[in-house]
Nanobody
Framework: QVQLVESGGGLVQPGGSLRLSCAAS????????MGWYLQAPGKQRELVAG???????NYADSVKGRFTISRDNAKNTVYLQMNSLKPEDTAVYYC?????????????????WGQGTQVTVSS
């Protein structure tokens, strides 16, 4: 009933920028926290940045000052602006949403993940 679809990944040179988007759709009643995670080959998934429904953001130390997370609550969409990209930022990026949805008149709360989008930083 709920789907998260990411877009915006790709290949970029070191020092370049990318903007990721993640749109949530379905029988959504409300979205609480949203976030972006990365998973590099052979490593565990880790938090890049998170944002509350009120707009408070937190970042991994490795991306502070380079990445900015934002959200458009009217569009159920979260963004990740990535600047000054480094080769070590190369990974699959996943969005996550903690949300409440409706099924047959009943409310449920769950954690959803997007399918992932590849970001490759290389010259």
């Amino acid at each position: 009933q709920v789907q998260l679809v990411e877009s915006g990944g790709g290949l970029v040179q070191p020092g370049g920028s990318l903007r990721l988007s993640c749109a949530a759709s379905g029988s959504i009643f409300s979205i609480y926290a949203m976030g972006w995670y990365l998973q590099a080959p052979g490593k565990q998934r880790e938090l890049v940045a998170g944002i509350t429904s009120g707009g408070s953001a937190n970042y991994a130390d490795s991306v502070k000052g380079r990445f900015t997370i934002s959200r458009d609550n009217a569009k159920n969409t979260v963004y990740l602006q990535m600047n000054s990209l480094k080769p070590e930022d190369t990974a699959v990026y996943y969005c996550n949403a903690d949300l409440r949805y409706i099924v047959d008149g009943s409310y449920y709360r769950n954690d959803y993940w997007g399918q992932g989008t590849q970001v490759t930083v290389s010259s």
